[in-house]
């Protein structure tokens, strides 16, 4: 029933945001930031480095306390909620810097991302069901890294490393899917795969992605929405194609180059 | 897939491994039966009941001292004071209230973990190094308050405990929570719970965006390791029948639990047992033949060992769950 190019999206936001402020001492990271994500959707992020990207993740999952502002996600408010709480809501995420368990094999890693509910304690105890490392080895296989599975992660290349996180980053069968430079550091063939895997992973499998991203290419090739930001203010929201040309955006990165010399 | 690594190789490898936990154990059950006979004493006796007392007690706390810091990656320089608060559960319940033993030894273990929750619940968002500092402070705040609520238990000077010699028992008390423990954290270890503390350790705001509730596992974790360590404390008191501050509250017993976890393999189960013998009997074969230099010896070859081979004795044979020490704060300083 996988409706490859079907347009068959519901158009209630999953996740909003509203006037996102997060300081760090004098410096202002985000400065009021507004956002909305519907389901189905595949949203590109960008903007020059230190923008605010990286800190937005990190203010939509958790994992940094916002100064003001408010986060909700499928009409609830998670907006003091401890990350390991909205994670199990649904939302996953990889990192810029790859947050792999390195002293853990490869399949271990996988096994340990999977979902966690409330109250599991006694199971918990136990070992992971045959159903779990199922899952676990059929992602592994799913992203090319099969055979790496007894390895230790921290043995992994770069590129098989954010493979891993990949992986990971499904294990739990999230909703919404945060990915943080997907590609950075990795070489281009591994890059075509990468986005062979969230092109079919929004298109088949339905799930609503958000993706920070250096690589302009890959934003123009995979999204149709994309969202600007610059010194922590939203610049631009909107198609690919307009926000590309926009004159504010195109200034955005030209003032990057002047910082450069 | 490398053969050595099949499933069933993984199952026939800890069929092994069950017996070289089975036989030692086994062996050290029936010594004591060596002291009844005039032959047998010979070899065992007493004092070398009382020494293997002590070894298997070390062995007890650099499993729980591992279980922690090991395992998570909360390295716990502080990790006597749990011993501490047991000796002292024990010391005042039988002084000052006339309680039997055995009826403190639940105490000592309870008030241990209920301040290892306290204290962890402030300490442990903490991390690498700067956890480990405030827990070496907690430590010596103990202590200091153990010196100076003298009303409760007896200050400096210490209190004496009802004395009762009866050095099997202790050997046995000894040996049976050493066994237990081994078993229980080597189910834990491999257990999803086992799994999230290595995850923990390994990264913790991955483990939490990925849904694991970190607090709640290195809390657990935390007192779990705090509640053994006050159940050693407990026995310690009442088989040395005289507790105060400085003998109780002692860092060297942390900086042992930590060498002997080192030596043997950080992060892995059989090593701090492997780890503990092997620490015990060179301090004993030091301190007879180099009484003079004695410590100066065991530091230098110490240093020379955790410098050779950082991985420890279960690193050095393939145990890929041995850690390096220096992983656990190099990491964690950096950015």
């Known amino acids: ?261 | 897939m490398t053969p050595g690594l099949s499933p069933t190789a993984v199952e026939d490898h800890t069929g092994r491994r069950r017996w070289l936990l089975a036989m030692p154990v086994a062996v050290l059950a029936m010594l004591p039966a060596l002291t009844l006979f005039e032959a047998g004493e010979r070899w065992v006796n007493t004092s070398t009941l009382f020494s293997l007392t002590q070894m298997l007690m070390l062995v007890t706390l650099a499993s729980n001292w591992n279980f922690i810091s090991g395992l998570t990656g909360y390295v716990d320089f502080g990790h006597a004071a749990f011993f501490g608060l047991g000796a002292y559960a024990t010391g005042i319940l039988m002084t000052k209230a006339g309680w039997p033993f055995f009826a403190t030894l639940g105490v000592g273990a309870a008030v241990a973990a209920v301040a290892a929750v306290l204290v962890g619940r402030a300490t442990m968002h903490l991390k690498g190094p700067y956890f480990s500092i405030a827990m070496l402070g907690t430590f010596a705040a103990m202590r200091e308050i153990v010196r100076v609520w003298r009303p409760l238990t007896g200050g400096g000077p210490g209190m004496t405990l009802p004395p009762y010699l009866n050095r099997p028992l202790f050997y046995y008390l000894a040996l049976a929570q050493a066994v237990l423990i081994a078993m229980l954290y080597q189910w834990l270890r491999r257990s999803q719970f086992g799994a999230m503390m290595v995850g923990i350790r390994e990264n913790e705001p991955g483990a939490e965006m990925r849904g694991i509730n970190t607090l709640a596992v290195k809390l657990s974790a935390f007192a779990f390791a705090a509640a053994s360590t006050g159940l050693v404390g407990s026995m310690w008191a009442y088989q040395n029948t005289f507790i105060d501050p400085d003998i109780v509250f002692s860092d060297a017993r942390t900086i042992e639990m930590a060498l002997a976890s080192v030596l043997g393999g950080l992060g892995t189960i059989a090593g701090p047992i492997v780890g503990s013998a092997i620490l015990y009997w060179l301090r004993d074969f030091l301190w007879a033949g180099f009484l003079r230099s004695h410590l100066v010896l065991e530091g230098l070859i110490l240093i020379a060992v955790v410098l050779a081979m950082p991985r420890g004795i279960m690193g050095l044979i393939g145990n890929r769950s041995a850690i390096d020490p220096r992983r656990l704060f190099a990491r964690r300083t950096r950015r």
């Open chain 1, 1 to 261: 029933m996988s409706t490859r190019f079907g347009i068959n999206r519901s158009t209630a936001p999953l996740l909003v945001a509203e006037g996102l402020v997060k300081r760090y001492g004098g410096l202002t990271a985000l400065a009021g930031v507004d956002l909305a994500i519907r389901a189905g959707e595949l949203v590109g992020l960008v903007g020059p480095n230190g923008s605010g990207k990286t800190t937005l993740f990190d203010c939509l999952t958790g994992m940094t306390v916002l100064d003001e502002g408010r986060v909700s996600y499928e009409g609830a408010d998670i907006t003091r909620a401890r990350p390991h709480r909205i994670g199990r809501l649904g939302i996953a995420r990889t990192f810029q810097r790859i947050r792999v368990y390195e002293a853990m094999t490869t399949l271990d890693n996988v096994m340990l991302s999977r979902a966690w509910s409330d109250n599991e304690l006694p199971g918990v105890l136990g070992r992971p069901s045959g159903e779990t490392t199922e899952r676990a080895t059929e992602l592994l296989a799913l992203l090319g890294i099969a055979e790496q599975r007894n390895e230790l992660a921290g043995s992994l290349s770069w590129g098989q490393q954010r493979l891993l996180e990949l992986a990971m980053v499904l294990m739990p069968d999230p909703e919404l899917i945060l990915l943080d430079e997907a590609t950075s550091g990795v070489n281009p063939g591994l890059i075509h795969v990468i986005k062979e895997r969230i092109h079919s992973l929004n298109r088949e499998d339905r799930k609503t992605i958000l993706m920070i991203e250096h690589n302009v290419e890959v934003i123009a090739d995979l999204c149709e929405r994309v969202i600007v930001l610059d010194h922590g203010v939203k610049i631009a929201d909107g198609p690919v194609d307009a926000v590309f040309r926009d004159p504010t955006v195109v200034e955005a990165y030209l003032g990057r180059e002047e910082i450069v010399e």
